[in-house]
């Protein structure tokens, strides 16, 4: 079993930063597939970042390239999700996910562990 512990949420004004942590206290993330997807109200789980198993290739979903990256830290128990230039619009909860069997998937049902999610609240 892997535990997957998001942070980094909070209120932020439209244009602003946050950076977002999710961390697998005593594993690794580095042979695992780890994704980022978000749920706004009402709204289905969308996938926004992936950085793949073993050679960290990063993905992003079209709405938010060139303002967020995902990236692992040295020590490969934590990634990051660093969101520039926020939107109202990418209000959500933010939950991390990871999969040691997958490339990379934009479908949640593919991944096996997941967080409880950090909110993200971006003002007008």
């Known amino acids: 079993q892997v535990q997957l512990v998001e942070s980094g949420g909070g209120l932020v004004q439209a244009g602003g930063s946050l950076r977002l942590s999710c961390a697998a206290p005593?594993?690794?993330?580095?042979?695992?597939?780890t994704a980022w997807f978000r749920q706004a109200p009402g709204e289905e789980r969308e996938f926004v970042a992936a950085?793949?198993?073993?050679?960290?290739?990063?993905y992003y979903t079209d709405s938010v390239k060139g303002r967020f990256t995902i990236s692992r830290a040295n020590a490969k128990t934590t990634v990051y999700l660093q969101m520039n230039s926020l939107k109202p619009e990418d209000t959500a909860i933010y939950y991390c996910?990871?999969?040691?069997?997958?490339?990379?998937?934009?479908?949640?049902?593919?991944?096996?562990?997941w967080g409880r999610g950090t909110q993200v609240t971006v003002s007008s």
């Open positions: 950085i793949s198993r073993n050679n960290g290739n990063e």
């Open positions: 996910a990871a999969d040691y069997n997958l490339w990379i998937a934009t479908n949640p049902s593919e991944y096996t562990y």
């Open positions: 005593g594993r690794t993330l580095s042979t695992s597939t």
